[in-house]
C-alpha cells in the first residue's frame, strides 16, 4: 500500500514559539486518518505545511512523494481542502463562490456533471447560494469550503476541523459524503478534537499534542492501550469476593452498581470469577477515544484543575 | 448611566490613536497652510490679486472658499475653512459608523445588546463620543489659528463652524448606518454625501454674487444645502456671526431623533434596505484567479476612475481661462513656476500641476491594490485559492498584472476627458497633445509605488497597508505643496512624483521617467519572485 502523506520529525518555528516540534505522521492510500489534539496542538499548522501555504522550519514532509513547498501548484491538483476558519469574499455569494474555487481546481470542466455534483451537494447540505459571503453563519460558510470540496473528485482531502459549525444533521451528511469519497478510493486527513466524530469514521488516528505526535495506530490497535470499564448491580455480601477479584483498577460502589476497569487484554481472565459471583445486570464497556484522549490529556486537565480561580 | 460612561470610555479608549491623529493632523495641516499663506501672501497687494483672479475664474473658488476680504484671518479662512471641514467631515461619518453598522455587521454589537447596555445606550454613547471628537477638533484647529498669529474670537468661530458641520456629518453617518445593511455601504454613501456637501458649496462660491471691488462674494443657493456653506455663512474674523450654525446643529439633531426612532424599531443586525439576492452560480470572469483578482479590483478601479476623469475634465475647461487671467498676474506665474520649472507654458503648467493630481490618483489605486492582496491573505480567502493550482508567484504577478492596468486606465481616461475638455478650448491643437503627453508622464511614478507596495508585501506583510499609504501620501504632500511650502530641494526629490516629467514642448525632459519606469519594473519583479520564498501567513 503507498503512502500519500509522510512527515518525520517536522519541525515549524513562529519567531522563539514552537508549533511543531517533531511531528510524525504517515496517511496510507485509501484510509481515513483521524488527526487529533486539543486546540493550539498544531494540527492547523501540519495541514498548512503540507498544502505548501508554510514552509517547515526542520523535519520532512512529503505528500505523493513530493515536497510540498516546492510542488504546491502541482500537487493541489489531486487535493480537496477545507480550512477550519472559512474566511468568504463579501461581495461574492456562495454560489460564486462554490464555483470559483471549483473551477480553480479544475473540477468544472466538464460542465454538466460538475453542474449536478454541485446540484446535489447543495441540497443534501441545504445550502441557500444566493446569499453575499458576508451575511453568512459560520455554519454555512463551512458549508461552502465542504461542497466546494466534494463537488471536485480528489486523491486526497485535507479536512481541518470541518464540521465546525455544523449542526448534528449536516454531520451525519457530511459523514455520508466522507463515505463516498472514501469509498471512491480517496485518502482523506481529518483533523478534530471532536472524538466521536473520529471514532465513527477513522481508520486509522494519530494524536498530538504540543507540536509532537504522541500516539499512532488503529482503532483497535489504541483501545488495547487502554482499560475496559465493567459494571454491575451490587449483592449484599460480595464485597470480599469483589476486592479479591486480581487486576482492577479505580474500583467504586457507587448507587448500587459495583464499577471498575480492567487491562482491556485481561477482560478475559475476569469474566470466570463474574460467573461465580453470578452478577447481575453486568455491561463491558470497550473504551473510548474520549477516555484514550484524557489519558494522554489528563496531566494537563489537572494542571488546569489546580489554577486557582479568581 | 455608569453603563453609558462605561460603553462612551471604551470608544474613547478605542479610538483614542486614530482620533488623535485625525485631529491633531488636521490641526497641523490648519497651521502650516496658514503660516505657508503668509509667508506666500503676506501684502495686501498680493492678496487682492489672487482674491481678484480666483473670482474672476471662478471655478478655483469651488476649491477653496467664499472670499471675504484681504485680512489675515478672512484670507485664510477663505483659502482653508472648506477643506478642514471636509476632513472634519470624513472623520465623523467613519466614526459613527465604525461604532454602530461595523460593530453590529461583525456580531459585537449583539454582545452588548444582550446586556443591561441594551440597543439603545451604545447609540447614545456614539452620539457623545463623536459630538466630543468634533468639539475636539473645532478646539485644536482654533488653537492651531491663534499659534499663527490669528486673532482669538475669530479662530473660535472658525473652529465652531468646523465642529457644527462635523455633528451635521456626522448625524448622517449614523443615519446612513441604519440605512443599510453593511458598514461598507453605510460608509460609501457617507463619503458621497460628504463629498456633496464640499461640491454644493463650491458650486455656492463659484456662482455667487461678486462684489465691485471683487474681493467678496455672496453665495448663491447651493451653499445652502450643505454643512460646510453654512460654516462659511459665519463670516469668521470678519462678522463672526454664530447663528448660522443652528442650522447643521438642527439639520443634526432632527436626523439623530429619527436614528434613535428606528433604532427603537428594527430589529439587530436588520437595516431600512434589505439585501439583495445574489446569483446562484458564478460568470465567466470568476473563472480564473486573474478574473478574481480583476473583480476585487473593479469597484477601487471604478472610483479612482470618476476622480481621474473629473480632474482631466478640469484640467483643459480650465486651462483657457488661466491663460488669459495669468499673463497679467505674476504671482499665478511665480506659483506656477514653482512647481514646473521654467521651460513650460503657462497653459502646459496648468495642465501639469492638475495631471500631476491625477498621478496621484492613479498611484493611489494602484497602491491600493496592491494592499488588496493583503487584505485577501489576513481575510484568508488568499489561503482559498492558493490551495488550489494557482501558485504562489502567479498569485502575486496577476495583482501586479491589475495594478499596472488600473494605473493605465486611470491614467487613460483623465487623458480622454482632457481631450474632451480642451475642445472647447481657443487652442485645442497645442493643448491636445500636452494633455497626452502629461497624462502619460505619471505612468513611471505610478510603477514605483505599486513595485513599492508589493516589495512591502513581499517581504514586510504586516506594515503593507500602514507602509503603503503613507508612502504614497507623503510624496503626494511633498510632490504638490513641497515647491509651495517651499521645502529643501532634497526633500523635495524623496518623492517619485517630483521626478515625473513635465511636458513642455519640444524639449520634454523624459530621463527621470525612463529610471523611474526602470525602477519601478524592477522593485515589481522583485516582489513578485520574492513569492517563490514567502509564506501564506495564516488570518487574523
Redesign the interface.
Known sequence: MSTVISTRGLQKRFGRTIALDGLDLTVDAGEIHGFLGPNGAGK?TTI?IL?G???ASGGEATLFGSDPWTD???L??R?G?V?G?????????G???????S????GAADKAAYALR?ERLIEVFQFD????G??YSKGNRQKV?LIAAFATPADLYLLDEPTSGLDPLMEQVFNREIDRVAADGATVLLSSHILSEVEELCDRVTIIREGKTVESGTMAELRHLTRTEIAFVQQPGQEAAIDAITGTHDLVIDSGRVRFTVDSDRVAGVLPMLADLDVQGLTVSPPSLEELFLRHYGDELATLGQAPRS | MTRFLVLLRQRLRRDRLQLMLWIVGTALLAYAAVSAVFDTFGDEGDRREILGIAIATRTILVFRGTPNGTDDGAFAFFLLFAWLALMGGLMSTFLAVRHTRMEE?QGRAEFIASTPAGRISPLTATVAHGVLANVALGLFVALAFIGTGLDASGSFVAGAAMAASGIAFLAFGLFAAQLF??S?GANGISVAFVLAAYLLRGLGDAAGTPSDDLLHVTPAWPSWLSPIGFGQFTGAFVENDLRPLLVPLGFAAVVVAFVYLLQSVRDQGASLLP?R???????PV????FG?VW??NLSILLSWTAGAIATGLLATSLSSIVGDVAGSNPQVIEMLRRAIGDDASIEQAFVATFYGVVGILAACCAVQVGIRARQEEV???A??????????V?WLLEYWIVGVVVIVVVLTAAGLAGVLGASRAQDPETLIPNVLEAAAAQIPACLVFLGVTLLVFAFLPRATIPLGWTIVGVAAILGTFGPILQLPEWLNNLSPFAHSPVPSGDGTDWSGGVWMLAVGLAAGAAAVVAMRRR??T??G
Do not use: F, M
Not at chain 2, 470568476?286 to 484567479?289: E, M, R, V
Open positions: 492547523s498548512r498544502l501555504l508554510a514552509r504546491a501548484a502541482d493541489h491538483r487535493i481542502y480550512p476558519d472559512v474566511s468568504l469574499w463579501p461581495n461574492l455569494t454560489g460564486e463562490a462554490i464555483d470559483l474555487l473551477r480553480l481546481r479544475g454541485k447560494p444566493r446569499k453575499k458576508r451575511a469550503a | 455587521e445593511r453593511t461598507r439585501g439576492a445574489g446569483r446562484a452560480s458564478a460568470g470568476l473563472s480564473s484567479s478574481l473583480r476585487l481575510h484568508g480567502t489561503e482559498l485559492v492558493l490551495a488550489t493550482r494557482v501558485p504562489r502567479r509564506e501564506v495564516s488570518g
